[in-house]
């Protein structure tokens, strides 16, 4: 899963080497901890969260088969 | 990726020298100069000008590299086929158990199409639309939607009541749109702000 963000996110943004996901293991959920560069915040969330969510509805795809829920956030 | 270095008089032959290697057009490749050169004075001290030129990856090879590494990580074995590069870049993804991938209405599909059209035109001038279909389901839901058009279409000419049709992509819209277009009794719009833009049919 943390591969998956990691992929999403290194692709999409201009500084892949500051790229890293954390992942923070609950009972019932994964947190997924999706860090980037300042500068390619814009570049993760998109006009009004719209890349966030398409990154959330892929990774939720993946959750889905392990059957987990799986939150990404942003820091 | 492809690249070729090479020396020359002058920068511009040098960069001619490398497009003639990689078979390639200025458009399709990067150059970075090494060395600007020096002519010399009367050919005494002069210094060849050295090119690094890189074929730049076809728009259609990033978006298929993303896909199937994106299937990769979601752990599915799918063949990732070219289907066609003229006005969109179709790519078919095809294997068994992919209804995950397609999701509610699409919904995981347009993000993964989404995703593929970001990372192809990030770096580009030009804008290419990718579409991404998985087994099908796209020509499938086109098909669905036609007849759905068609079907609203004979409503409202026997109820001459408007119909107000549920949300959709822009995509989806223009599907509707064009099978209502050549109807002389309909009109159709698109009223409502994204994601929650709709159509009306209703009498013309």
Request: proline share 2%; charged share 35%.
């Amino acid at each position: 899963m943390i591969e998956l963000v990691e992929y999403i996110a290194k692709a999409l943004v201009d500084h892949p080497e500051n790229v890293s996901v954390n992942q923070v293991e609950g009972e019932q959920s994964i947190i997924l901890e999706l860090k980037v560069d300042p500068e390619d915040m814009g570049k993760v969330i998109g006009k009004q969260g719209r890349i966030a969510k398409a990154i959330r509805t892929v990774v939720k795809a993946a959750a889905a088969k392990e059957g987990k829920r799986v939150v990404v956030e942003i820091i | 990726m492809r690249y070729v270095e090479k020396q020359s008089k002058t920068v511009e032959d040098a960069v001619e020298l490398a497009l003639k290697d990689l078979n390639a057009d200025r458009d399709q490749v990067e150059i970075e100069v090494l060395d600007e050169g020096n002519r010399g004075i009367l050919g005494f001290l002069a210094k060849a000008a050295k090119v690094r030129v890189t074929l730049k990856k076809k728009p259609e090879e990033i978006a298929i590299e993303f896909v199937e590494q994106l299937m990769k990580r979601l752990g599915y074995s799918v063949d990732v086929e070219l289907e066609d590069v003229g006005e969109f870049i179709k790519i078919h993804i095809k294997g068994e158990n992919v209804g995950p991938i397609i999701g509610r209405h699409g919904s995981t599909l347009d993000a993964i199409q989404y995703l593929v059209n970001l990372v192809v035109n990030k770096d580009t001038q030009e804008y290419h639309r990718i579409i991404i279909d998985v087994e099908n389901y796209r020509k499938r839901r086109e098909e669905s939607l036609e007849k759905l058009a068609q079907n609203i279409a004979r409503r409202v000419k026997s109820t001459r009541k408007s119909f107000s049709l549920e949300p959709m992509l822009a995509y989806e819209r223009r599907i509707i749109h064009t099978a209502l277009q050549s109807d002389q009794e309909i009109v159709t719009k698109s009223v409502g702000e994204e994601p929650n833009r709709r159509i009306i049919i209703s009498l013309k």
